[in-house]
């Protein structure tokens, strides 16, 4: 199944307040399941029928709850994931950060990598400004569409 249908079916599932969704498409099956209102994310398992290839993708609902709470401190342009993966600020722990609080970006430059099926993925600016906030921390999951800087 590809993966902007699974993005496309994680947002149903969050806006219609359904608790669970199941889809079968040949042998793809796809189950969504709502954690419930006072927890954003939702949990996705995607299985072919043999049971070494399913794969599940679990959210870490813990630290997405205080970046939602620190959202408004700041006003600006929100730079949101595009993909669910790993945030990494750096290309590698021994290299320092791409951006920092404070830093002057353009449009096209690096903020960020997002790790995704053992891909890495460069997240560019979408504007130019000064970064205010950071709202992952390093290492950690995120979801499609959250929030993960704000620059002003």
């Known amino acids: 199944m ?3 249908k699974l993005k496309t079916l994680i947002d149903l599932v969050s806006e219609s307040g359904i608790s669970e969704l199941e889809v079968n498409e040949g042998e793809d099956r796809v ?14 398992v995607y299985a072919n029928p043999a ?3 399913a794969m599940q993708v679990a959210p870490a609902a813990a630290p997405a ?9 700041e006003t600006g342009f929100v730079a949101r994931s595009p993909m669910v993966g790993t945030f990494y600020r750096a290309p ?9 609080v404070g830093d002057t970006v353009k449009v ?3 903020l960020c990598i997002i790790e995704a099926m053992k891909l890495l ?32």
Do not use: H, M, Y
């Open 51 to 53: 049971p070494a290839q």
């Open 92 to 100: 590698n722990p021994e290299s320092p950060d791409f951006v920092k």
């Open 121 to 152: 993925n460069e997240i560019e600016s979408e504007q130019a400004g000064v970064i205010k906030q950071i709202l992952c921390e390093n290492g950690q999951g995120v979801e499609f569409d959250q929030p993960l800087f704000i620059i002003a």
């Open 31 to 44: 189950r969504i399941v709502n954690a419930g209102s006072s927890a954003p994310a939702s949990q996705v």
């Open 108 to 110: 096209g430059q690096t």
């Open 2 to 4: 590809d993966l902007r």
């Open 65 to 73: 709850a205080p970046a939602t709470e620190e959202a408004p401190a």
